[in-house]
């Protein structure tokens, strides 16, 4: 519930709030050990940092999804992949 709020305040880049949701989605993920949920929580609150300017925070979660491996969401690992890589060509 909390990564959808939070897709939909990144929408119209409302990113505090998109950040917030993400960040409220851990929590969840953690207790139920949802890998997939924390990765997309960890992938799509490190985008939201990165619009917000706090990019150390957002390079921890980033690399944190990636560490989940074979258990994260495909396309939550795709979209933290992306936003590393164009982090380290810049």
Do not use: Y
């Not at 959808?4 to 990113?15: F, I, N, Q, V, Y």
């Not at 993400?22 to 949802?34: N, Q, V």
């Not at 258990?71 to 992949?81: F, H, I, M, S, T």
């Amino acid at each position: 519930m909390h990564n959808a709020l939070g897709r939909d305040c990144a929408a119209p880049g409302r990113w505090r709030e998109a950040a917030d949701h993400h960040r409220d989605a851990l929590a969840p993920a953690g207790r139920t050990g949802s890998t997939a949920a924390e990765s997309h929580a960890l992938a799509f609150l490190g985008g939201a940092l990165l619009e917000l300017g706090e990019t150390q925070e957002a390079l921890v979660c980033l690399r944190r999804a990636l560490s989940l491996g074979d258990a994260a969401d495909n396309g939550a690992l795709k979209a933290a992949r992306v936003r590393l890589d164009s982090l380290e060509a810049g």
